[in-house]
C-alpha cells in the first residue's frame, strides 16, 4: 500500500470521523494508528488494498471505536472510587486487575504487555504513553498495533507476572499525578486490591510510594493551576493519614530485605514527607536511596533525579559534574541544569536554560513554570 498516498488521504478521513461524530484529536489519533497498521501490512507482505481511501477510512473508524470503549470503560471505573482514596483495606473488588494480568500475556515482552494493558485497560492515549516511555509517539503506535496482532493469535489463556503489572499501575499513577487524565486514585485502589491478594514486597512498595506522592497532592498547584515545585509547597495541606500509612506499609515491606526499586522511590519520598520544611531534608539520605535505585534499576531518569539530590547535599557544582555524566536529549535535563546553574548563581545561564526547557515542555503547567522562572532571572538581571 503507497505510504504517500495514504498519508495525502489523512485530512479528508479525519474530516470524515469527525462529521460521525468523533472530536479532532481523537480522529487524528486514529488516523495516525491506521497508518501504522497500514506499515505494518506491507511489511507483513498483504495484499495491496483496492480502494485506501475506503480502507484508510474504515480502520481509523474502528481504531477511534475502540479508543472511545476503552474510554468509557475507565470513566466507568473511575466512578468506582472517592477522588480522594481512604486509608485501609479496599472495600470492593472487580475485574479490572484481572483484566490488567491478561494484557500483561507471557507471549509478549514486558514493554509491549505494558503499553497495550495501558491503551487497552488503562485508557490512556498512545501520545500519553509514549511519553511515558521516552519514545516517539509512531514507535510506540507501531509497538501497540503488534502486541495486539500477536495477543489475538494466542489467546487471553494464561495470565501475566507480577512485576508486568506492577509496572502498568505505576505508569497509570504517574499519569494521574501528573498528566491530563485523573487516574491516580484508580491505580491507587487497584494497587490496594493486588497488596490483599498478594504478599509481596514491592507491591506493598509501591502502593506506599503512590500514597506518599498521593498525600501531596493538594499543594502542588496554586489556585490559578500553577505548579508549586516541593521546595515551595504548604506542608499544612499534605495529607498526613496517607503519609502516615505510606510510611508504616513502606517500613513493613523493607523489614523484609527484598529490597526493589519500588521500595526505594518511595524511601525517598518518605524522606521528603518527613522533613518539616525543606530546609531540613535529609539530602544526603536521599542521595543514598537514589544509589540503591540506580544500583536496581540503571534507569537515566533515577540517574538525572540523582543529579539534582546531589546537587542539594554536595552543592550545584557537584549536581551539575554528576549531570554532565549523562545524555543531555533526557526530558527535564535541560530544566535540571538550568536549576543548578541558577544554584551556582550563574542567572544568564539560568534564564536561557529555563527558556529552553520551557519550549520543549509537554505538559502547560510545567511549561510555564518554567518560563516564569526564566522571566524573574531576567528581570533580576
Known amino acids: 500500500m503507497d505510504e504517500s498516498l495514504l498519508r495525502s488521504l489523512t485530512p479528508s478521513v479525519i474530516g470524515v470521523l469527525v462529521r460521525r461524530g468523533a472530536d479532532f484529536p481523537a480522529a487524528e489519533d486514529a488516523v495516525q494508528e491506521a497508518l501504522v497498521e497500514a506499515v505494518l501490512r506491507k511489511d507483513e507482505g498483504a495484499e495491496p488494498v483496492r480502494d485506501p481511501r475506503g480502507w484508510l477510512t474504515t480502520v481509523?473508524?474502528?481504531?477511534?471505536?475502540?479508543?472511545?470503549?476503552?474510554?468509557?470503560?475507565?470513566?466507568?471505573?473511575?466512578?468506582?472510587?472517592?477522588?480522594?482514596?481512604?486509608p485501609g483495606p479496599v472495600p470492593s473488588?472487580?475485574?479490572?486487575?484481572?483484566?490488567?494480568?491478561?494484557?500483561?500475556?507471557?507471549?509478549?515482552?514486558?514493554?509491549?504487555?505494558?503499553?497495550?494493558?495501558?491503551?487497552?485497560?488503562?485508557?490512556?492515549?498512545?501520545?500519553?504513553?509514549?511519553?511515558?516511555?521516552?519514545?516517539?509517539?509512531?514507535?510506540?503506535?507501531?509497538?501497540?498495533s503488534r502486541a495486539k496482532r500477536t495477543v489475538s493469535g494466542v489467546g487471553f489463556d494464561r495470565p501475566g507476572d507480577v512485576s508486568t503489572v506492577l509496572r502498568v499501575l505505576y505508569l497509570v499513577f504517574n499519569e494521574g499525578y501528573s498528566g491530563d487524565v485523573d487516574l491516580a486514585a484508580e491505580a491507587i485502589r487497584l494497587t490496594r486490591q493486588l497488596a490483599a491478594a498478594i504478599d509481596h514486597p514491592e507491591v506493598a512498595g509501591l502502593l506506599a510510594l503512590m500514597l506518599l506522592h498521593h498525600a501531596r497532592r493538594a499543594a502542588r498547584t496554586a489556585p490559578d493551576g500553577a505548579l508549586v515545585p516541593l521546595a515551595e509547597q504548604d506542608r499544612t495541606r499534605w495529607d498526613t493519614a496517607l503519609i502516615s500509612e505510606g510510611v508504616m506499609i513502606l517500613q513493613a515491606a523493607l523489614a523484609r530485605d527484598r529490597l526493589?526499586?519500588?521500595?526505594?522511590?518511595?524511601?525517598?519520598?518518605?524522606?521528603?514527607?518527613?522533613?518539616?520544611?525543606?530546609?531540613?531534608?535529609?539530602?544526603?539520605?536521599i542521595v543514598e536511596w537514589y544509589d540503591e535505585l540506580v544500583r536496581l534499576t540503571d534507569s537515566p531518569v533515577a540517574r538525572l533525579n540523582r543529579a539534582v539530590a546531589v546537587g542539594e547535599a554536595d552543592g550545584p557544582r557537584a549536581g551539575l559534574k554528576a549531570l554532565a555524566e549523562l545524555d543531555g536529549s533526557l526530558p527535564r535535563y535541560t530544566a535540571v541544569a538550568a536549576y543548578l546553574r541558577e544554584r551556582d548563581g550563574d542567572r544568564v545561564t539560568a534564564a536561557r536554560l529555563y527558556a529552553e526547557a520551557a519550549r520543549s515542555a509537554t505538559d502547560l503547567a510545567e511549561r510555564d513554570y518554567l518560563t516564569r522562572r526564566a522571566a524573574r532571572l531576567n528581570a533580576l538581571g
Open 60 to 86: 481509523a473508524w474502528r481504531k477511534f471505536l475502540d479508543a472511545a470503549r476503552a474510554d468509557a470503560a475507565r470513566r466507568r471505573r473511575q466512578d468506582l472510587v472517592h477522588e480522594e482514596p481512604p
Open 93 to 144: 473488588v472487580d475485574d479490572t486487575l484481572q483484566l490488567y494480568f491478561l494484557c500483561a500475556h507471557p507471549s509478549l515482552t514486558p514493554s509491549s504487555a505494558v503499553a497495550l494493558t495501558l491503551r487497552a485497560v488503562g485508557g490512556l492515549t498512545t501520545r500519553q504513553i509514549a511519553r511515558a516511555y521516552l519514545v516517539p509517539e509512531a514507535t510506540m503506535a507501531q509497538r501497540i
Open 260 to 285: 526493589g526499586e519500588y521500595q526505594a522511590q518511595a524511601a525517598i519520598a518518605a524522606l521528603h514527607a518527613d522533613a518539616p520544611g525543606a530546609g531540613e531534608t535529609d539530602w544526603v539520605q
